[in-house]
């Protein structure tokens, strides 16, 4: 029950320009939508977050994109840097204190 | 900035021993999860936690596995009597403060859990 999709499982980007990571999802009742980061060794670091009310949410470099008709968020970061080299994966809730979904991740490489 | 602490970071168990595996949610926080990943797997949902129950939980979440929160600071994950196919990291998050509104779950750095 693959809820929540993450159909690339790396990108490499050059540093500097944009990296868009995409997520899908096939529940309809989700109404909650977040971006975590993941370096080795550590847990899952809070990005950036969406409520299904918005289609845009933008905080600094990070920006997410919430297409509801299409079940369909991206992220983009602008500009990329090394440090940004890392696991990113999407998930998404129907509600505060319900269980996320995580997608599979994709691994994004910010060459310098 | 507060944050989810877990203990151990790395428990190696024999199967068949029973393990606990142990986190400090943040402390405002009103909901506690626990979550796993095998290695190159997704990260799966286990069971959430609010006002002392299990407020939900999934299929992997049977009769072998139990949760406490024994005192006002430690949420606990219990595998009674540990399989092979349990080996994975496990991610304690709490989320919630009670203000309204959707919030984010933050996630504690993991124990690796590690069956022989």
């Known amino acids: 029950d693959q809820q929540v999709k993450q159909n690339s499982p790396s990108l490499s980007v050059q540093e500097g320009r944009i990296s868009i990571l995409n997520c899908d999802y096939t529940?309809?009742?989700?109404?909650?939508f977040l971006w975590y980061k993941k370096y080795p060794a550590e847990g899952p670091t809070f990005l950036i977050s969406?409520?299904?009310?918005?289609d845009k949410n933008e905080d600094g470099r990070f920006t997410v994109f919430l297409n509801k008709s299409a079940k369909h968020l991206s992220l983009h970061i602008v500009p990329s840097q090394p440090g940004d080299s890392a696991v990113y994966f999407c998930?998404?809730?129907?509600?505060?204190?319900?269980?996320?979904?995580f997608g599979t991740g994709t691994s994004l490489t910010v060459i310098p | 900035e507060p944050e989810v602490t877990q203990t151990p970071s790395h428990q190696v168990t024999q199967m068949g021993q029973e393990v606990i595996l142990r986190c400090v949610p943040i402390?405002?926080?009103?909901?506690f999860y626990w979550y796993r990943q095998i290695l190159g797997q997704k990260v799966e949902f286990l069971v959430s936690?609010?006002?002392?129950?299990?407020?939900?939980k999934s299929e992997i979440f049977d009769d072998q596995f139990s949760v406490e929160r024994p005192d006002g600071s430690n949420f606990t994950l219990k595998i009674r009597s540990t399989k092979l196919e349990d080996s994975a990291m496990y991610f304690c998050?709490?989320?919630?403060?009670?203000?309204?509104?959707?919030?984010?779950?933050?996630f504690g750095d993991g124990t690796r859990l590690s069956i022989l």
């Open positions: 998050a709490s989320s919630g403060t009670g203000t309204g509104g959707n919030q984010p779950q933050h």
């Open positions: 529940n309809s009742m989700f109404d909650y």
């Open positions: 969406i409520s299904s009310i918005k």
């Open positions: 998930a998404a809730s129907e509600n505060t204190g319900n269980q996320f979904y």
């Open positions: 402390s405002n926080h009103l909901y």
């Open positions: 936690f609010y006002n002392n129950e299990i407020s939900e």
